[in-house]
């Protein structure tokens, strides 16, 4: 396939392959998301034989339980999965790109929060307690707290820089977090309603709601791709792309608008699962390099994936019990950002 070795400034190691392996990667990527989507319709609280997965899929029975249980409670939840995991890996790589900063993710821009405040509110204040409606206020409070990061981010020294978008983000993420935990605090009935969802969870998710939510995350997923290249060249400075001819401000605004459609949809639809934006983007990158149009793509297969396993894992863990999803995303990569911050430490 190609592979060499290299060594990287900092010392460690980088795979670097060839056109024709990265292109090879990325099949045998699909192949692996397809096998665990599979898996994942054969695991839960009861084990259905892969025969009979098969069956309900293709040559369904309304008369046979199992191939009801798999048309509609785990292909609806498969397939949000699937869908959020590629959307809050590729947003995090975005993020990272963009800011420059190796921790993050789109919780750092205040989105995960903003989109918790909206679901929230629409709860205490209008008394909504449908996924669907749910989704329209978390994409409102995403959207909502991405543009005034990028309007205090702007209003700084400098203009939209990396660390100005990176303090304004964790100032918002803070101020907006505490209303969430003062209207939960202050009103038991929207904890109730919404504890489960603020986990971070894809049961009980529909066809007709990710009908609702696809849209706005393949089109972020599209808008992400189209600036792979644009996303690299900023990687290497803002100097540097403007000498480059790149209108970076325009870059910025579009790259941001991607993280609002990828995170927001998938925090309406989903909940805040944490961690796939951070971990996701840093596993690709040992793989394939820096070059944004090959890390993109493979975050958002290696997110599929990651979040495909991380729910079969929370309903087999303490089987029939189930945990929400975010929980084991959290256990899963909460070890690897302690090593990061670590490792950022030691240089």
């Known amino acids: 396939m190609g592979v060499v070795t290299t060594s ?30 599979l898996a994942s319709l054969a695991f839960g609280a009861a084990e259905i034989p892969l025969p009979e997965v098969w069956a309900a899929l293709f040559a369904f029975d309304a008369g046979a339980t199992n191939h009801l249980i798999v048309r509609t409670l785990r292909v609806p939840r498969a397939l949000v999965a699937a ?23 789109p919780g750092i821009l205040g989105i995960n929060a903003g989109a918790a405040l909206g679901v929230v509110v629409a709860v205490f204040l209008f008394q909504i307690h449908t996924l669907s409606l749910f989704a329209l ?16 981010g702007a209003w700084g020294r400098g203009g939209p820089t990396p660390l100005n978008l990176t303090i304004a983000g964790a100032a918002l993420t803070a101020l907006l977090s505490s209303f969430t935990t003062a209207i939960l ?19 009980g998710r529909d066809l007709a709601l990710l009908a609702q939510v ?14 792979g290249r644009q996303i690299t060249t900023i990687t290497l400075g803002d100097d540097v792309a403007r000498g480059l001819g790149q209108n970076t401000a325009w870059v910025k605004a579009l ?14 639809v989903a909940g805040p699962i944490g961690f796939i934006g951070l971990v996701i983007p840093h596993m690709v990158r040992f793989w394939v390099g820096v070059d944004y149009r090959w890390v993109l793509p493979y975050a958002a297969l290696a997110g599929a994936i990651f979040l495909l396993i991380s729910d079969v894992a929370a309903r087999l863990l303490l089987r029939p019990t189930e945990l ?13 950002f302690i090593y990061l911050v670590r490792w950022r430490v030691r240089r």
């Open 8 to 37: 990287t400034a900092s010392g460690g190691l980088r795979l670097v392959r060839s056109r024709g392996g990265l292109v090879a990667g990325l099949v045998l990527g699909l192949a692996l998301l397809l096998a665990i989507l």
């Open 83 to 105: 869908l959020v995991g590629a959307s809050l890996a590729v947003a995090g790589a975005l993020v990272q790109g963009l800011t420059r900063n190796p921790l993050g993710d």
């Open 137 to 152: 206020f978390a994409f409102a409070g995403a959207a909502l707290t991405a543009t005034a990061v990028y309007g205090l």
């Open 185 to 203: 605090i202050l009103n038991q009935r929207t904890l109730e309603e919404v504890r489960f969802w603020l986990a971070g969870s894809v049961a």
């Open 214 to 227: 696809a849209p706005y995350l393949l089109a972020g997923l599209m808008l992400a791709f189209g600036l």
């Open 255 to 268: 790259a941001a608008l991607a993280v609002v459609l990828l995170a927001g949809g998938s925090v309406a």
């Open 324 to 336: 929400p999803v975010g929980v084991m995303t959290a256990l899963l990569g909460g070890p690897f």
